[in-house]
């Protein structure tokens, strides 16, 4: 029973690059569901299958809030900056897209009573874990797909102490896999990191902003080489340098099919 729901909504799932982007462009499930309904559903005669039983807005946890530093929030609005001004001066969407952040991977696909079931449980993203506002990962992310990179704001807090008074490095490490596996997702569909390779260069300071810089550097078949410097805000301290490997995947195989 279960592995027929599987099946049934992974006929949805080769769509998750467009699903993906629909999704994540939008600010409420309800508008989102819209799009993806119209885009995808109604074309495969499936319109009146309306099984999802959540109508809750999604919650971008990457927004500002209370607990971030002046400095995160100002590299926060440098960069929010840019998007907005290519925005208004295209009038679409601009080079640069401040991308929001949920606290599960999945959750807001729309794939009927099968996903539903996977939603129910408690899983959650690693990153998104924790309730308490600047306890541990306070990070936002924006990508330019135009020049295949993205920047990710990160503010550590006191509980990802790994050295005293320092970050510990499982926790750039983590911090290294969204970036790039983010910026490998959003140009090539669902991945896994098959390889991450640290150097730390430089120790992080607990509550203090450092800044991810990945970028893609080559795609050869199914895989995707992308790597990461972790800086100071100012780019002046080299904290920590990356390369990855993301293998593009089809969502079945998670699934067992
Ligand atoms: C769940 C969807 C996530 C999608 C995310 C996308 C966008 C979302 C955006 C935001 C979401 C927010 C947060 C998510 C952010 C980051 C994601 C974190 C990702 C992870 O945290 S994920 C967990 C850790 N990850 C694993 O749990 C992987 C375990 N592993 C495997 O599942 C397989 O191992 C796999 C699938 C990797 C490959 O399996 P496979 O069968 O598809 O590929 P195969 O073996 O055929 O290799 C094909 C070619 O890659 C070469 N190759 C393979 N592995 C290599 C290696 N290690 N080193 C060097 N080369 C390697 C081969 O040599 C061959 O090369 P060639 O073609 O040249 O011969």
């Known amino acids: 029973m279960l592995r027929r729901c599987f099946q049934a909504a992974l006929r949805f799932i080769p769509h998750w690059p467009a699903l993906y982007q629909d999704v994540v462009s939008q600010q409420t499930v309800g508008k989102s569901l819209e799009i993806w309904q119209t885009a995808h559903w109604n074309t495969r005669g499936l319109s009146k299958m309306s099984l999802w039983p959540f109508s809750v807005k999604s919650r971008d946890f990457s927004q500002p809030n209370a607990s971030w530093s002046a400095e995160m929030q100002d590299v926060y609005n440098r960069y929010n900056a840019l998007c907005e001004a290519e925005t208004e001066e295209s009038g679409k969407t601009g080079t640069w897209r401040k991308l929001p952040s949920y606290n599960r991977t999945l959750k807001y696909v ?6 539903s079931k996977i939603i129910q449980s408690k899983s959650r993203l690693f990153t998104r874990n924790i309730k308490d506002l600047g306890a541990a990962f306070e990070y936002v992310v924006f990508l330019n797909q135009q020049e295949k990179r993205c920047v990710c704001v990160f503010q550590p807090g006191h509980l990802l102490e790994g050295p005293p008074g320092h970050v510990h490095g499982g926790a750039i490490a983590t911090m290294i896999d969204t970036v790039t596996g983010t910026l490998a997702g959003y140009l090539a569909g ?3 990191t098959a ?3 640290i150097n730390y260069r430089s120790p992080v300071p ?7 810089h990945s970028a893609l550097d080559r795609v050869e078949g199914k895989k995707i080489f992308v790597s990461c410097r972790v800086t100071s805000t100012d780019e002046s301290k080299l904290h920590t340098e990356a390369t990855a490997l993301f293998i593009a995947f089809k969502m079945g195989y998670l699934f067992g099919s």
């Open 110 to 115: 729309r794939g009927g009573v099968c996903l």
């Open 190 to 192: 669902p991945v896994m």
């Open 195 to 197: 390889n991450l390779n």
């Open 206 to 212: 607990l509550g203090s902003v450092v800044v991810l």
